[in-house]
């Protein structure tokens, strides 16, 4: 019997990063105590490099104010409505300062600026085939905000660009599994369901973009139409369409109108009428009624068989 290799055992693995709030107090007092240290460590320098005696006290505590002044004024921080900013000290997340004014936090860390303003991305003009494979070109406009500043910073490379090339894949991927109209068929289309699919690509997009901590407010079409090398050939069917869809109104109700002018006839007993003098009567209100131009009158001097 072998000897059974020993089992290999991963690390566990981490939680995901999410954001939480940074330790930090009002800035305001602080900045007064740190001008007054600073102003207090200046005068005892002053004093210390003017008398002979007792310098040495005096120059050692101006430099233990001149030290803390500066500890304590480069902790503060300002942050700015619709900023926030993230607190990183030696490469580790220790929070996020989202609060608006003067803050104060460890003097030791390193404070990077997140705005967390709604922002614009438009797409470039993309060419893609729709669901039928004919090409077409469509643009989109997305309206996103960042929601989970640690996301953002820790979890991808740079989220800007990030949203930018996942909105693009996610505009292609719903312009490729659509057809641009529906010809009449069950099911959505780029053209004739935009409510829909604008919803399509709304969620589409979040679900991508939801690793980089960011959320997506509103996505719409700004540009769908065919590429220019199939346009007019597009344009004609779809005028064919029309002309076929008229047509079919037309004599639907020319169809209508002729069984209702015999059913009245009969009811009237205006004449009776047997199945060719029938026959003739539909041909001729067909004719008239179907026909692209007026109906020319022609007075019959003779009988209907001859």
């Avoid at 709030?21 to 001008?35: D, Q």
């Avoid at 199939?230 to 369409?241: G, P, S, V, Y």
């Amino acid at each position: 019997m072998g000897m059974q290799p020993p089992a290999i055992t991963g690390q566990p693995a981490t939680a995901p990063l999410a954001e939480h709030k940074a330790w930090s107090i009002p800035g305001v007092v602080i900045l007064v105590i740190g001008l007054v240290a600073l102003c207090a460590g200046i005068g005892l320098l002053i004093s210390a490099l003017t008398r002979s005696t007792g310098s040495g006290l005096a120059g050692g505590w101006a430099a233990i104010l001149l030290v803390a002044a500066a500890l304590v004024l480069s902790g503060l921080v300002p942050v700015v409505a619709g900023e926030a900013r993230v607190v990183q000290l030696f490469g580790r997340y220790q929070g996020t300062v989202r609060d608006a004014g003067l803050a104060f936090v460890n003097p030791f860390t390193r404070r990077r600026k997140v705005s967390v303003r709604l922002r614009n991305h438009e797409t470039a003009m993309a060419k893609v085939n729709d669901a039928d494979g004919n090409p077409i070109e469509i643009a989109a406009v997305v309206v996103w905000q960042v929601a989970d500043t640690a996301k953002a910073l820790y979890a991808v490379d740079d989220y800007p660009t990030f949203v930018a090339i996942q909105t693009e894949t996610a505009v292609r991927h719903i312009a490729s599994s659509s057809p641009y109209t529906s010809h009449g068929d069950v099911g959505l289309s780029l053209r004739d369901n935009a409510a829909e699919i604008t919803s399509e690509l709304s969620a589409e997009i979040a679900d991508r973009v939801a690793p980089a901590g960011v959320t997506i407010i509103e996505s719409r079409l700004t540009r769908l139409s065919y590429a220019p090398e199939i346009a007019q050939a597009m344009l004609r069917q779809q005028q064919a369409n029309a002309v076929v869809g008229a047509r079919r109104r037309i004599v639907e109700g020319a169809v209508g109108m002729v069984q209702l002018a015999l059913e009245r006839l009969d009811e009237e007993n205006v004449v009776e009428l047997d199945e060719e003098r029938k026959a003739a009567m539909v041909s001729n209100l067909l004719v008239v009624l179907c026909a692209d131009r007026e109906a020319q009158p022609v007075i019959n001097t003779g009988t209907l068989y001859q």
